[in-house]
């Protein structure tokens, strides 16, 4: 929510959100995003977690970005065991821990995405061994030795200092 109230307004761009739904396979959440993407040009992509992170980076494949920020990301399709792991470095509900799970574990197709496609940025925002393991191994599967991307971000606690953070990196584009 500060995301877009802020980085919009600073930058005179447009801002839209897509949710994830319980009961959406992949396919759907990334024709949605397509037609919801689709009139607004120079798109930066702003994920958050691990299931958005996944999404982005799948939807990526086949549409263009301008840029792509990825919170606290995982590559996918994560093994059940890493998936497990990084779900509970959340705080979230026995339940909704399950259902995220059983949801990352269900994007089946390998990622085919070549490195360096997009200027990334990868913030790692959890004090958890785990999540900062992913994040290294997100930006490292995404590393393009000539432009330097993914930038990565680690230790970031507080959603000020990520959006000043998201902020600098946009402006340095």
């Not at 799948?58 to 990301?73: F, G, K, Q, R, T």
């Amino acid at each position: 929510e500060q995301f877009g109230m802020i980085i919009p307004s600073s930058y005179g761009t447009h801002f839209c959100y897509s949710t994830i739904g319980p009961n959406k396979r992949l396919e759907d959440v990334l024709n949605e995003m397509a037609e919801d993407l689709a009139g607004i040009p120079e798109v930066v992509l702003v994920s958050r977690g691990p299931m958005a992170s996944c999404i982005a980076q799948y939807y990526l494949e086949s549409h263009s970005l301008a840029a792509l920020v990825m919170i606290d990301p995982i590559v996918p399709p994560p093994t059940a065991d890493l998936a497990r792991k990084v779900i509970s470095c959340f705080n979230v509900s026995d339940e909704v821990s399950k259902h995220y799970v059983a949801r990352l574990c269900t994007l089946q197709r390998q990622l085919k995405l070549e490195a360096g496609s997009v200027p990334m940025l990868v913030i790692v925002g959890s004090n958890s061994a785990v999540i900062e393991k992913t994040g290294r191994e997100v930006a490292a599967r995404h590393c393009e030795s000539e432009t330097g991307f993914p930038a990565a971000i680690f230790g970031m606690e507080c959603a000020k200092e990520t959006l000043e953070q998201i902020s600098k990196w946009l402006d340095a584009l």
